[in-house]
């Protein structure tokens, strides 16, 4: 099946709306951002982000969840684990996320999202204001010993290929904004430390 070409500047012109994403804020009274947590599978990070919507849900923010299992169910359904396909899978979820963020939405995002420079993208994208990226550090034994789909197992044995932290590198993040020690912290604990970044960085108040 031959691709259609992409379509020229002629074609697409971007529209822009009356209703602003300044407005959108001031109706949630809230700030909108893309709260992006990274780290190995099992660190925690999607059992972290949803637990953290709940908080922000309870306090009447409008949020969402990216989560990386769903988004490859539907979404990214067609992408594969090689290094090339995780480099799309990040940049469709980037694009995605710029979009909630446009509609004034506090999106979670939990993916492995093990490079850098993917990471790196995204925060271009979205600018330094919108992107918090959040480290979910946990040790590999750690990770190994929560996983209960026997993942890691199947990866040591050579089952799947291209497994983050086994057969694939993790990059850990430079300079996050936040380390969240999801080995040795509560998830309570971990919670408490995101919310107040957040009220540090605005995006809602006291």
Same mark, same amino acid.
């Given at each position: 099946?031959?691709? !259609?070409?992409?379509?020229?500047?002629?074609?697409?012109?971007?529209?822009?709306?009356?209703?602003?994403?300044?407005?959108?804020? !001031?109706?949630?009274?809230?700030?909108?951002?893309?709260?992006?947590?990274?780290?190995?599978?099992?660190?925690?990070?999607?059992?972290?982000?949803?637990?953290?919507?709940?908080?922000?849900? @309870?306090?009447?923010?409008?949020?969402?969840?990216?989560?990386?299992?769903?988004?490859?169910?539907?979404?990214?359904?067609?992408?594969?684990?090689?290094?090339?396909?995780?480099?799309?899978?990040?940049?469709?979820?980037?694009?995605?996320?710029?979009?909630?963020?446009?509609?004034?939405?506090?999106?979670?995002?939990?993916?492995?999202?093990?490079? @850098?420079?993917?990471?790196?993208?995204?925060? @271009?994208?979205?600018?330094?204001?919108?992107?918090?990226?959040?480290?979910?550090?946990?040790?590999?034994?750690?990770?190994?010993?929560?996983?209960?789909?026997?993942?890691?197992?199947?990866?040591?044995?050579?089952?799947?290929?291209?497994?983050?932290?086994?057969?694939?590198?993790?990059?850990?993040?430079? !300079?996050?904004?936040?380390?969240?020690?999801?080995?040795?912290?509560?998830?309570?604990?971990?919670?408490?430390?995101?919310?107040?970044?957040?009220? !540090?960085?605005?995006?809602?108040?006291?």
């Amino acid at each position: 099946m031959n691709k !259609q070409s992409a379509p020229s500047d002629v074609e697409v012109v971007w529209h822009h709306a009356t209703v602003t994403r300044q407005r959108r804020e !001031q109706l949630n009274g809230h700030k909108a951002a893309v709260v992006w947590f990274t780290g190995l599978s099992g660190a925690g990070k999607s059992t972290l982000a949803h637990a953290v919507e709940e908080e922000l849900h @309870r306090a009447g923010c409008r949020t969402f969840v990216l989560d990386g299992d769903n988004v490859r169910h539907g979404l990214c359904s067609d992408l594969t684990f090689s290094i090339e396909d995780r480099h799309e899978n990040i940049r469709r979820v980037g694009e995605m996320a710029k979009l909630f963020v446009e509609a004034g939405v506090i999106a979670l995002t939990a993916f492995i999202s093990p490079l @850098r420079a993917d990471r790196e993208r995204v925060r @271009r994208l979205l600018g330094d204001a919108d992107f918090i990226e959040i480290y979910a550090q946990c040790p590999l034994a750690v990770c190994e010993s929560r996983d209960v789909k026997g993942m890691y197992q199947k990866a040591r044995a050579g089952v799947i290929k291209e497994f983050t932290g086994i057969s694939s590198p993790y990059e850990e993040p430079v !300079q996050p904004d936040l380390v969240v020690k999801t080995g040795e912290e509560t998830l309570d604990e971990s919670v408490k430390k995101v919310m107040a970044l957040l009220r !540090q960085r605005a995006v809602i108040t006291a």
